[in-house]
T-cell receptor
C-alpha cells in the first residue's frame, strides 16, 4: 500500500515561478525522500530529510517536514523548463518498515 | 560504473508467454527491488531482495517470480503473461538493506506490452 501521497496531481506554471508540491503520509517516519522522474526515465534521487529536520536545501530545492501534520513539501524556486518532470515522495511502506514506497507523484509542467 | 541496467528496453508478448526481465547493478548494493508503473497508479513494489539468496514479496507479487543468486543480478520472471501486466517495469537498488534510509538508484525501465 502507498503510504505517501503527493498533491497536487498536476501543476502547470511559467518559467521563473515557484512550484510547490506536497506529500502526506500516514504513519511515523524516520526520514522522507523526494525523487524526480523525467518522461520515460527512471527516478532520480533529489533530497532526503530526516524526522529531526524541519527544513533542508539543495540548490533551488527546499524541502520542509512537519511530523506533527505528517506532511512534507518540496519547493522549486525560479522554475525552468528543464524542471518539467514528475515528482515523487518516498516513505516507509508502514511504520517501522525499511522498504520504501512511492506515491502517485505530482506532474509538473514548466512553460518557457 | 554502469549503475543499474535493465534489458530489454521494450518487449511485446502474447498472452500466456513467459519472459525474464533482466536487472543488474555494479555498485555492490545489498538491496534490489522491482516496481511497476502504471498511469495514475504511481510505482508499486513487486518483489525485493535484501541480499543474495533472500527475496520477499511486495505489494503486487502475483504473476511474478524473482531470484537473487548473485549480488549483482535480480531477474524478474513473468510466468504466463497477461494483458494486466502491460506496464513499465523499473528495477532499483540501494547500498544497504535499510533501503528506506538510502538513496534508491533506478534503472531506465522496461516497457512491456502484453497482447
Amino acid at each position: 500500500s502507498q503510504q505517501g501521497e503527493e498533491d497536487p496531481q498536476a501543476l502547470s506554471i511559467q518559467e521563473g515561478e515557484n512550484a510547490t508540491m506536497n506529500c502526506s503520509y500516514k504513519t511515523s517516519i524516520n526520514n522522507l525522500q523526494w525523487y524526480r522522474q523525467n518522461s520515460g526515465r527512471g527516478l532520480v534521487h533529489l533530497i532526503l530529510i530526516r524526522s529531526n529536520e524541519r527544513e533542508k536545501h539543495s540548490g533551488r530545492l527546499r524541502v520542509t517536514l512537519d511530523t506533527s501534520k505528517k506532511s512534507s513539501s518540496l519547493l522549486i524556486t525560479a522554475s525552468r523548463a528543464a524542471d518539467t518532470a514528475s515528482y515523487f515522495c518516498a516513505t516507509p511502506a508502514s511504520g517501522g518498515s525499511y522498504i520504501p514506497t512511492f506515491g502517485r507523484g505530482t506532474s509538473l509542467i514548466v512553460h518557457p | 560504473n554502469a549503475g543499474v541496467t535493465q534489458t530489454p528496453k521494450f518487449q511485446v508478448l502474447k498472452t500466456g508467454q513467459s519472459m525474464t526481465l533482466q536487472c543488474a547493478q555494479d555498485m555492490n548494493h545489498e538491496y534490489m527491488s522491482w516496481y511497476r508503473q502504471d498511469p495514475g497508479m504511481g510505482l508499486r513494489l513487486i518483489h525485493y531482495s535484501v541480499g543474495a539468496g533472500i527475496t520477499d514479496q511486495g505489494e503486487v507479487p502475483n504473476g511474478y517470480n524473482v531470484s537473487r543468486s548473485t549480488t549483482e543480478d535480480f531477474p524478474l520472471r513473468l510466468l504466463s503473461a497477461a494483458p494486466s501486466q502491460t506496464s513499465v517495469y523499473f528495477c532499483a537498488s540501494s547500498y544497504s538493506s535499510l533501503a528506506v534510509q538510502e538513496t534508491q538508484y533506478f534503472g531506465p525501465g522496461t516497457r512491456l506490452l502484453v497482447l
